[in-house]
T-cell receptor
Framework: DAGITQSPRHKVTETGTPVTLRCHQT?????MYWYRQDPGHGLRLIHY???????DKGEVSDGYSVSRSKTEDFLLTLESATSSQTSVYFC???????????FGSGTRLTVV | AQSVTQLGSHVSVSEGALVLLRCNYS??????LFWYVQYPNQGLQLLLK??????LVKGINGFEAEFKKSETSFHLTKPSAHMSDAAEYFC????????????FGDGTTLTVKP
C-alpha cells in the first residue's frame, strides 16, 4: 500500500541463519508493528514500536528482535531462523489507535 | 486483556445473497473494533471501524457493522454479495489505552458462488 513498503517480498533461508526483514514508511506515523500470519491463527503480534528506539514485545516475541533507529524504519530480525518461523510477516503502521492500521504487502519467509 | 472470536472459519453465499460474518469480542475497557479484508497475496485493508460514536458503522464496498455492547458483538454485513467480495475477513479489537495494539480473530474466508 502507498506509504508503507516491506522488503524483501519473498525469502528462503536455511535453519540457523539470521534474517532481517525491513519495514519502511513515508507517513511519519508514531506506531509500527510486526505481525506474523499463519493458517488458523489469524495475525499474532511479534513486536511493536511507539517511537524511535522505543519498542516492546508482543505475544510471540521469542526468537525475534527489533530495532527502530529512525521514524520511518522498523527492522525485524530472526536471530537464528527455525522452521517454526516459516510464515508470512506483515508490518503495520498507525497514527493513533482510533484510526486502525495500514498494512504492508507482507514478506513470505520460508526456513528450510 | 482483549480477545476476538470469529464464528465460522468459512462462509459460502450465493451472489446477490446477504453476507453475515460474525465477530464477538472481549475487552476490559470500551473497545475500538475493526474489520479488515485480505485478498490473496495482499496485505490487510481496513473496511470499517467502531470508535464509540455511532453503533452502526458503514465502510467501503457496501459493508456495514453494528456494535452491540449487550451481546459483545460486532458482526459484519452486506445486503448483496458480489463475486469480488470473495476474500478473507478479519475482526480486530484495540485496547486504546495500550499503544493501540490490536488483537485479531482467526479470520473468516468468504466464498461467493455464481
Amino acid at each position: 500500500d502507498a506509504g508503507i513498503t516491506q522488503s524483501p517480498r519473498h525469502k528462503v533461508t536455511e535453519t540457523g541463519t539470521p534474517v532481517t526483514l525491513r519495514c519502511h514508511q513515508t507517513e511519519n506515523h508514531r506506531y509500527m508493528y510486526w505481525y506474523r500470519q499463519d493458517p488458523g491463527h489469524g495475525l499474532r503480534l511479534i513486536h511493536y514500536s511507539y517511537g524511535v528506539k522505543d519498542t516492546d514485545k508482543g505475544e510471540v516475541s521469542d526468537g525475534y528482535s527489533v530495532s527502530r533507529s529512525k521514524t520511518e524504519d522498523f527492522l525485524l530480525t530472526l536471530e537464528s531462523a527455525t522452521s517454526s518461523q516459516t510464515s508470512v510477516y506483515f508490518c503495520a503502521i498507525s497514527e493513533s489507535s482510533i484510526y486502525g492500521y495500514t498494512f504492508g504487502s507482507g514478506t513470505r519467509l520460508t526456513v528450510v | 486483556a482483549q480477545s476476538v472470536t470469529q464464528l465460522g472459519s468459512h462462509v459460502s453465499v450465493s451472489e446477490g445473497a446477504l453476507v453475515l460474518l460474525r465477530c464477538n469480542y472481549s475487552s476490559s475497557v470500551p473497545p475500538y473494533l475493526f474489520w479488515y479484508v485480505q485478498y490473496p497475496n495482499q496485505g490487510l485493508q481496513l473496511l470499517l471501524k467502531y470508535t464509540s460514536a455511532a453503533t452502526l458503522v458503514k465502510g467501503i464496498n457496501g459493508f456495514e457493522a453494528e456494535f452491540k455492547k449487550s451481546e459483545t458483538s460486532f458482526h459484519l454485513t452486506k445486503p448483496s454479495a458480489h463475486m469480488s467480495d470473495a476474500a478473507e475477513y478479519f475482526c480486530a479489537v484495540s485496547d486504546h489505552t495500550n499503544a493501540g495494539k490490536s488483537t485479531f480473530g482467526d479470520g473468516t474466508t468468504l466464498t461467493v458462488k455464481p
